[in-house]
């Protein structure tokens, strides 16, 4: 295929590409979405065959790459979602600091250096670029994959002089990546990515458990930078824009994910909250606190009487695999002429729109789906708010107590609503490791249980 053919088709697949983030931007044509971005991924895979002279190699990568995703797609559990993704950001640092390995050992084979000659210096310093972002990303998606997925726990780990030494590694990789830069050689190239390796094991370690959603956006932005890096070191206009659609996307998403909890982004880096599940819940001078409970049965009469319920979703609905019950539930609460509708945090779950995945793989209706900011002024209006399975999104200590860690955050202002429903396993804390003032309400009731068994309750009491 001719360069121009190439450059077309690449073009092609970059506006699809464009247009596949585009159609993620809401549910409704996410799908359509994610066509387009198959398609155009199709495109620049078979176009990329055409230009190179190793189709076996790369075919026999596809069909061992592609048989592993497809048994690791069909066995994955909605709950693994958050730390599968975090695996697959690891797995797109990795690529990167290989191939940058790979394009220093043999500059000729990819094109960018004469048999004989140096890197130049823009070669190198793509080069120093892409393999230390590539490093940060795969360690750090590690961490966070182990995090996540509870091998690691959501506990913030911390050392004196943490940051300092942290700032002293960074000034020493810069170091090396631009005495690589200056006199390429493998031993500063080798010191600067192990360095690199290194921090990106310290950078996410001290995070915590309820800043989660943000690393894993932040993770995602950094594999689209370090695809971009490697992309112009290779002279490959493909792997530029959609390495700079992945980073972009994901520094915008961090950014929202920042703002919807109040954050920084170099605090969230640089001093991440959040302690853990199941932290011992009391009151501030000791005193075990009172609350409210009831049973299932109990919360199916306050629905069926109600003319308004909004359901908040939140990591326990996925952990107990509820989705499906909920919206069989709700379906029972509207054939009898009750509004409902779900409230969805930017940061409920533990990754960027986990609670709308969940909904959508359960077929819940688009437009029972609401976002925060358009329905946080209709809790004051609603007759009765269940909770299941959230916790620091609901917390009211995000207005009400400066001293909260959370203070500022904005939160579904389920305590404004005439009676709250939690569904909880237990009294212990959220992700964050925090207490929630919104469980010791008058109007709030705790129904304890497995999320998909209370739920079920209900369902049997509402039917009868």
């Known amino acids: 295929m001719s360069a121009n053919y190439v450059a077309l088709a690449y073009l092609v697949a970059a506006i699809l590409f464009i247009l596949a983030l585009k159609g993620l931007s809401s549910p409704v044509t996410a799908r359509r979405g994610n066509m387009f971005g198959m398609v155009g991924m199709a495109i620049a895979v078979l176009t990329t065959l055409t230009v190179t002279h190793n189709v076996a190699y790369i075919l026999l990568a596809i069909a061992v790459g592609g048989a592993v ?4 797609a069909r066995r994955i559990q909605m709950t693994a979602m958050p730390e599968l993704v975090a695996a697959m950001h690891s797995l797109v640092g990795l690529a990167a600091v290989l191939i940058a390995i790979s394009a220093f050992n043999n500059p000729v084979a990819y094109g960018i250096a004469q ?3 140096m890197l130049n210096l823009s070669n190198r310093i793509e080069l120093f670029i892409g393999t230390f972002v590539g490093a940060i990303t795969f360690t750090g998606s590690i961490i966070a994959f182990g995090k996540l997925s509870g091998k690691l726990g959501s506990k913030p780990l911390r050392f ?47 995070i915590g458990g309820a800043d989660m959603p943000v690393v894993v956006s932040m993770l995602n932005s950094y594999s689209g930078w370090a695809a971009a890096g490697i992309g112009f ?20 998403l961090s950014y929202i994910m920042c703002k919807a909890m109040n954050r920084g982004f170099l605090n969230v880096i640089l001093g991440g909250f959040g302690g853990g599940e199941g932290a011992l819940v009391e009151a501030g001078d ?5 609350y409210r409970s009831g049973s299932a049965d109990d919360a199916a009469f306050m629905m069926g009487n109600a003319d308004s319920v909004i359901i908040v979703p939140g990591y326990g609905l996925a952990v107990a695999r509820a989705q ?3 919206n069989e539930m709700a379906e029972l609460l509207t054939e009898k002429g009750i509004k409902v509708r779900y409230a969805i945090h930017p940061v409920a779950g533990r990754m960027p729109g986990h609670m709308n995945v969940l909904l959508a793989e359960a077929e819940v209706p688009y437009e029972q789906v609401v976002e925060m900011d358009e329905i ?7 007759d009765v708010v269940l909770v299941i399975g959230a916790n620091d999104v609901v917390n009211p200590a995000a207005k009400t107590d400066p001293h909260s860690p959370i203070f500022g955050m904005p939160i579904l202002e389920a305590h404004k609503a005439r009676t709250i429903l939690v569904v909880k396993r237990s009294m212990a804390a959220g992700y964050a490791g925090l207490d929630n003032d919104l469980f010791y309400m ?6 304890f249980g497995d999320a998909k068994k209370v739920v079920e309750d209900v369902i049997k009491a509402l039917v009868h």
Do not use: R, Y
């Open 233 to 252: 070191t290779l002279n490959n206009n493909m792997l530029i824009i959609a390495g700079s659609l992945v980073g972009s996307s994901g520094a915008i």
């Open 376 to 382: 946080n002024n209709e809790f004051a209006d609603t």
């Open 442 to 447: 008058d109007k709030t009731m705790m129904v």
């Open 286 to 290: 000791g005193v075990q606190k009172t």
């Open 324 to 326: 499906h019950a909920i």
């Open 69 to 72: 995703g497809a048994v690791v």
């Open 115 to 117: 048999i004989g000659e």
């Open 160 to 206: 004196s002089g943490q940051h300092w030494v942290n700032l002293a590694l960074g000034v020493v990789m810069i170091g090396f990546g631009i005495a690589f830069c200056i006199t390429p050689s493998w031993t500063p190239f080798l010191i600067m990515t192990a360095i690199a390796l290194l921090l990106g094991v310290l950078l996410i370690m001290p």
